[in-house]
């Protein structure tokens, strides 16, 4: 799949918006977009696959207004695809490398085209090769959301030993932490939330106590946990679930102090130090049933990610 610099065209296909807006009001599939440009340090990726994140909609609604990549715009942080040029500083990838990652390493601050083109430009610090095992659909699902997951457990100092409730488990962060939660920090209990068809999914994946929201409010257990990791926005709820002296994170905020709110910083070292539990499955992508949707159905997809029904990820594959 490797492509020489001749093969590369000059224009691309991608969907952007140029207005801050409900992004599938203002979504629009440009077929004559400027191929990126890469400097020293990046890579220039044909896109196999990309996953969406809530951080997409929110932005085309003018989160990052004041530091955001001027219009057009192409939305998507989360790629696999293949290397087809290499920047003259870039020593960790060649062309015809398979490579995914998170393309903003500042999440605030993103590129004008995201992983929803053709091609997509990218830092080589932000990017990681591939796992051999996992399929292009399921390496692009992983990068923001298992960076999110992992930096967040780093933040709250968790280590082995100590019990942690993960609220929206099923969810495409939720459903790493509980497995990074077990396999890579070594917890002594697991718990986590989602509604009922959704319970068995948290036992596959590691949870010891599955709670039905629909049914019971956590904060109500008797027991109570060294670290709440919120996915959902209810941080003034998770500090009642904690014990003395525990932690809550959040990355849906805003946090109710002293809960921290959170936002990952885009790292290929932290896909690199996950490699040997993907290699191994001891940690799996989970995606959304609905997943793969194909490249002209992008809009229907953010409809879809904004139900925040999706179970794990919802990816865009094939790419034209």
Same mark, same amino acid.
Request: proline share 9%.
């Given at each position: 799949m490797a492509a020489s610099t001749t093969s590369i065209p000059s224009h691309i296909k991608a969907w952007v918006y140029n207005e801050y807006r409900n992004i599938e009001e203002t979504l629009k599939l440009d077929p004559n977009i400027a191929t990126p440009q890469i400097k020293d340090d990046q890579v220039l990726i044909k896109v196999v696959a990309a996953a969406l994140n809530p951080v997409d909609y929110k932005?085309?609604?003018?989160?990052?207004?004041?530091?955001?990549?001027? #219009?057009?715009?192409?939305? @998507?942080?989360?790629?696999?695809?293949?290397?087809?040029?290499?920047?003259?500083?870039?020593?960790?990838?060649?062309?015809?490398? $398979?490579?995914?990652?998170?393309?903003? $390493?500042?999440?605030?601050?993103?590129?004008?085209?995201?992983?929803?083109?053709?091609?997509? =430009?990218?830092?080589e610090k932000v990017l990681a090769h591939k796992p051999s095992n996992l399929s292009f659909i399921e390496a692009s699902s992983l990068p923001l959301a298992i960076i999110t997951a992992y930096q967040g457990i780093e933040r709250a100092q968790f280590s082995s030993g100590k019990s942690i409730l993960v609220l929206g488990g099923a969810g495409g962060v939720g459903s790493l932490v509980i497995q990074l939660a077990k396999q890579v920090f070594g917890a002594s209990k697991v718990a986590a939330t989602a509604s009922t068809g959704k319970l068995e999914l948290l036992r596959e994946l590691g949870a010891d106590l599955p709670i039905d929201y629909t049914k019971e409010n956590f904060e109500e257990l008797p027991e109570k946990f060294d670290f709440v990791y919120d996915t959902?926005?209810? =941080?003034?709820?998770?500090?009642?679930?904690?014990?003395?002296?525990?932690?809550?994170?959040?990355?849906?905020?805003?946090?109710?102090?002293?809960?921290?709110?959170?936002?990952?910083?885009?790292?290929?070292?932290?896909?690199?130090?996950?490699?040997?539990?993907?290699?191994?499955?001891?940690?799996?992508?989970?995606?959304?049933?609905? =997943?793969?949707?194909?490249?002209?159905?992008?809009?229907?997809? #953010? =409809?879809?990610?904004?139900?925040?029904?999706?179970? @794990?990820?919802?990816?865009?594959?094939?790419?034209?």
């Open positions: 932005k085309a609604l003018g989160l990052f207004k004041d530091t955001d990549s001027p #219009f057009p715009t192409a939305p @998507g942080y989360d790629v696999a695809g293949v290397v087809v040029k290499v920047g003259s500083k870039v020593k960790k990838f060649k062309v015809g490398d $398979e490579v995914y990652g998170d393309i903003n $390493e500042n999440a605030g601050n993103p590129k004008a085209i995201g992983t929803l083109a053709e091609y997509t =430009s990218a830092e959902v926005g209810q =941080s003034d709820r998770a500090l009642k679930a904690t014990k003395e002296g525990g932690q809550v994170i959040t990355i849906a905020g805003p946090a109710s102090p002293p809960a921290i709110w959170f936002f990952l910083h885009s790292d290929g070292a932290v896909l690199d130090k996950l490699k040997p539990y993907l290699d191994s499955s001891k940690v799996k992508p989970v995606l959304d049933p609905k =997943s793969p949707l194909p490249f002209s159905k992008a809009i229907e997809a #953010f =409809s879809y990610l904004k139900t925040n029904r999706a179970t @794990g990820k919802v990816v865009i594959h094939p790419i034209p």
